[in-house]
């Protein structure tokens, strides 16, 4: 059953750290999305790949975030300093690519920033 | 871009009733429908899509509905039991170049015993 895998599960830190989440899409899957979920904004896409190539990241932070993919089996969700607006549920999802782009959504990380 | 609206934000329901929920869109591009239903603690799981090309797919006790011309689709789930409450997400497709989908404010369905 293939799945989409997320590091940490939960992440506690004091703002100002450096906080690296990691995610391992689905063998075969060529789109990567990143996604924030909070109570207020909902699911917000942060950034997504195709074929490992950053597509869009408009949805980001700039100065804080960084997104990447280092080769086709893990992509990395970087907040660097973190603050604590930035406490949220982040999601990695993969899908195959094509017309039709189902999503699968990994478990999450829950980040807490104090 | 594309705008979703969800409603209601929040439904409550007898076990063994039905619920519905409503979803606007407003690129008349889009093409893809998916729902996605998320339990808590866990990320949103596709339950259920609908392409353009069709008016309604059913899958057990789920169904969907697509009206294009009004451009809103609608989740229906009927015989409701305990293990559907969860939150419910709509979300449509952007266009033909694009990966992103866009995403409903969700809504959480209570299903009461």
């Known amino acids: 059953d293939a799945r989409v895998t997320q590091t940490p599960r939960d992440k506690v830190t004091e703002m100002g750290q450096e906080v690296t989440m990691r995610c391992q899409p689905i063998?075969?899957?060529?789109?990567v999305f990143w996604y924030r979920q909070t109570m207020m904004q909902g699911l917000e896409l942060l950034a997504y790949?195709?074929?490992?190539?950053?597509?869009?990241d408009s949805g980001m932070p700039k100065d804080r975030f960084s997104a990447e993919m280092p080769d086709a089996t893990l992509a990395t969700l970087k907040i660097q300093p973190s603050e604590p607006r930035d406490s949220a549920v982040y999601f990695c999802?993969?899908?195959?690519?094509?017309?039709?782009?189902?999503?699968?959504f990994g478990p999450g990380t829950r980040l807490t920033v104090l | 871009g594309e705008n979703v609206e969800q409603h209601p934000s929040t439904l409550s329901v007898q076990e063994g009733d039905s619920a519905v929920i409503k979803c606007t869109y407003s690129?008349?591009?889009?093409?893809?429908f998916p729902w996605y239903k998320q339990e808590l603690g866990k990320g949103p799981q596709l339950i259920i899509d609908?392409?353009?090309?069709?008016g309604e797919k059913k899958d057990q006790r789920i169904a969907v509905t697509l009206n294009k011309t009004a451009k809103h689709f609608s989740l229906h789930i009927t015989e409701t039991q305990p293990e559907d409450s969860a939150v419910y997400f709509c979300?449509?497709?952007?266009?033909?170049?694009?990966?992103?989908?866009?995403f409903g404010a969700g809504t959480t369905v209570t299903v009461r015993a």
């Open positions: 690129d008349s591009a889009s093409n893809y």
């Open positions: 979300a449509a497709w952007e266009g033909v170049n694009d990966y992103k989908l866009s």
């Open positions: 999802a993969s899908g195959p690519g094509g017309p039709y782009n189902e999503q699968f």
């Open positions: 609908i392409r353009s090309n069709v």
């Open positions: 790949f195709r074929n490992r190539a950053p597509l869009d």
């Open positions: 063998l075969g899957h060529n789109t």
